[in-house]
């Protein structure tokens, strides 16, 4: 069947943010929308010709039809070979691994993310690079540049392709490989961890919830978690992707995983708990009545990493982005390894990790990961804490405390401020910005601030550089405020706040983090006049 060529015209606002493309779905439905970015984005990279792709998607509405799209598109283009998930299904990490295993030239993942799905919910597309992560700056200013251009898009005239089982089908002259989006990802993880270790804590009693939020990670969980390690069945809950998540934000953190905070709270709490996100690729952790913030986990997992079999041979370096809390320099340091600071987002991991600077990279947002692919991945960090608690047979609560002890504690929080008005929250950051150059040496809440600026980052790899990436504010004993935009939301603006202070004494390391960290959320407060220029003074989501 020939290809199409359909004339169209450039669709304003398709510049990817900090992960992929993000609109309401109506907008990704809606006449050549979908088409006119895809076909920018293999414009983008020289074309399709030739090139073996992975193509995957979390599973919300609209992950289907966009996939059959993709394919037809590809073939149209030229390209070589597809592989795709069955049901166009594949978690982002398991995309990333799939990518780097067939050496495909990159992958296309349908996914908003943590964002809610359905009809009137959000979809998004992501466009991967060769060695497996996130398409880098350089690449997503190419993509958007095109859109701004496109006159055309050629799509193959076929019917599409049965994505229900798994094999080697053609489209056009194009092979489509559709693959089970678990096993390789398994296959990898068995390879990384000590199932045996790990499977003798389970026979011993130890118990767990997993929360996959009616998500990608449900069948990638169930099957890791009780099938290969012998978890009795129901310890995943919401455990079949649904196209709307069930109504779930399938978002791993307190306020959204409310249901399996407060088992892990409650009398009947098992030892372990985790949940992760619609891609798949976050993670929140959790012991019998405990919250893990995502900084205390990257530092204690990198702290512990050499207990599993793939990191025995230690860690080359540690990375975190800009507002993750420094938790884990203070382990870096101890190691004697380097500890890289890096803007929002995962694309900044990929040029370390694949030189070899990083193996555990970490962001505040829910999000770890390592050099087994290039992406975070929400299963990974799982686990990993799985193969430290079965090496230490220590509880959760009990490794949390011995690494305060070794190290100190941060203290952190991230306060959201969410559907704002665009305008006023883009004013108070040009305000305060405008005042940093006179914050330096001036004290509020009794701290001295010891430097402000905007956090500007050159890749120590490639030397680009990204600027504009988040204010931050540091005080004299270590304490620190950032804050930045969200560039992931669909609506409105979404103002982050990250907080954090540092406390060396043990006696002072049982308090409520929001207790700890009240002076630091005033001053905040104060600096930025939040309530003066949009109007609240309450976040939405704290975590
Ligand atoms: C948020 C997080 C960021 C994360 C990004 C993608 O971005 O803060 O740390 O990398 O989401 O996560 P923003 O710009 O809204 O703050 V997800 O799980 O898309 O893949
Ligand atoms: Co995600």
Redesign the pocket.
């Known amino acids: 069947m020939p290809a199409v060529t359909h004339e169209t015209q450039p669709i304003e606002g398709q510049k990817p943010?900090?992960?992929g493309l993000r609109k309401k779905t109506p907008v990704f439905t809606h006449r050549h929308y979908l088409q006119n970015f895809v076909q920018s984005i293999f414009d983008a990279i020289g074309g399709a010709a030739g090139k073996t792709f992975v193509l995957g998607g979390d599973g919300r509405f609209f992950n289907d039809k966009a996939a059959q799209v993709i394919l037809k598109m590809a073939a149209a283009n030229g390209a070589a070979r597809v592989i795709v998930g069955c049901d166009a299904l594949l978690s982002?990490p398991a995309a990333s691994h799939l990518i780097r295993l067939n050496k495909a030239d990159g992958g296309i993942i349908l996914s908003a993310?943590?964002n809610p799905g359905g009809p009137q919910a959000d979809f998004g597309v992501k466009y991967n690079i060769a060695n497996g992560g996130p398409a880098p700056e350089a690449v997503t200013e190419a993509i958007h540049a095109r859109t701004q251009q496109i006159t055309e898009y050629r799509i193959s005239d076929t019917d599409g392709i049965d994505l229900g089982s798994t094999g080697e089908q053609t489209l056009d002259d194009m092979v489509v490989e559709v693959v089970d989006p678990v096993a390789d990802y398994a296959a990898l993880m068995e390879g990384l961890f000590d199932f045996d270790a790990i499977r003798e804590m389970i026979a011993g009693g130890f118990t767990m919830r997993f929360d996959a939020m009616n998500a990608v990670t449900g069948p990638y969980a169930t099957e890791i978690l009780e099938n290969r390690l012998g978890l009795p069945a129901g310890t995943v809950m919401h455990g079949s992707p649904k196209p709307d998540f069930g109504g779930m934000h399938p978002d791993p953190n307190p306020h959204w995983a409310r249901g399996l905070m407060d088992e892990m709270m409650g009398a009947e709490a098992p030892d372990f708990g985790a949940a992760s996100?619609g891609?798949g690729?976050?993670n929140m952790i959790l012991g019998r009545g405990i919250y893990v913030s995502p900084s205390d986990s990257l530092a204690v997992l990198a702290a512990n990493a050499h207990l599993a079999p793939g990191y025995k041979a230690g860690l080359k370096g540690v990375a975190r982005?800009m507002p993750t809390s420094t938790a884990v320099d203070r382990v870096a340091e101890a190691l004697g390894i380097e500890a890289y600071e890096t803007p929002?987002?995962?694309k900044f991991f990929g040029n370390l990790l694949d030189a070899g600077k990083a193996t555990i990279c970490g962001?505040?947002?829910f999000?770890t990961g390592s050099d087994h692919v290039r992406e975070?991945d929400g299963l990974w960090a799982v686990l990993l804490w799985l193969n430290i608690l079965a090496v230490r047979g220590q509880s959760v609560a009990e490794i949390l405390a011995d690494h305060w002890r070794r190290f100190g504690r941060n203290y952190y929080s991230r306060h959201d401020f969410e559907a704002l008005d665009t305008k006023a929250a883009e004013q108070m950051m040009h305000e305060l910005h405008a005042d940093l150059p006179t914050l330096m040496g001036t004290e509020i809440e009794g701290m001295r601030i010891a430097s402000a600026d905007d956090f500007a980052y050159t890749d120590p790899v490639d030397g680009s550089v990204s600027r504009a990436q988040g204010v931050r504010i540091r005080f004299e004993d270590g304490a620190r405020i950032v804050l930045?935009l969200?560039?992931?939301?669909t609506s409105g603006a979404?103002l982050?706040l990250y907080l954090e202070r540092y406390e060396p004494d043990p006696a002072k390391h049982g308090l409520d983090p929001q207790e700890a960290l009240a002076p630091v959320i005033r001053a905040a407060h104060a600096l930025a006049a939040i309530r003066h220029q949009i109007g609240r003074d309450q976040p939405n989501v704290i975590t």
Do not use: I, M, P, V
């Open positions: 943010g900090t992960s982002t993310s943590h996100d891609d690729d976050r982005s929002t987002g995962w962001e505040e947002s999000g975070k930045r969200s560039g992931t939301g979404t982050r």
